[in-house]
């Protein structure tokens, strides 16, 4: 059974940085991402990249955020800077395994970004 652990979620001034990581169990996963549900508003992808190290990230992020892995250790991280109030949201991690046509998608349990303006 795949277990996602997150971590680095809190309480930031407007214009801060946080770092979330995603620790995975199991073996390496096609891809590893974060998205983001703020209230009242449908879950968003945040930024995801694949085991070779590609990248996408939602527009209103580029620039601001960067998401990394590091597969020795199965865990993504996603360096969050310039933080605005919009950002408030409770962020997941996110990942995939690709098994020919099927795809096993996994979510951790979701922790908290706060941003104060």
């Known amino acids: 059974q795949v277990q996602l652990v997150e971590s680095g979620g809190g309480l930031v001034q407007a214009g801060g940085s946080l770092r979330l990581s995603c620790e995975a169990s199991g073996s390496i996963f096609n891809t590893m991402g974060w998205y983001r549900q703020a209230p009242g508003k449908q879950r968003e992808l945040v930024a995801v990249?694949?085991?070779?190290?590609?990248?996408n990230y939602a527009d209103s992020v580029k620039g601001r955020f960067t998401i990394s892995r590091d597969n020795a250790v199965n865990t993504a991280n996603l360096q969050m800077n310039s933080l605005k109030p919009e950002d408030t949201a409770v962020y997941y991690c996110?990942?995939?395994?690709?098994?020919?046509?099927?795809?096993?998608?996994?979510w951790g349990q979701g922790t908290q970004v706060t941003v104060s303006s």
């Open positions: 990249i694949t085991n070779n190290g590609r990248t």
């Open positions: 996110n990942v995939q395994r690709f098994r020919g046509y099927t795809r096993d998608d996994y």
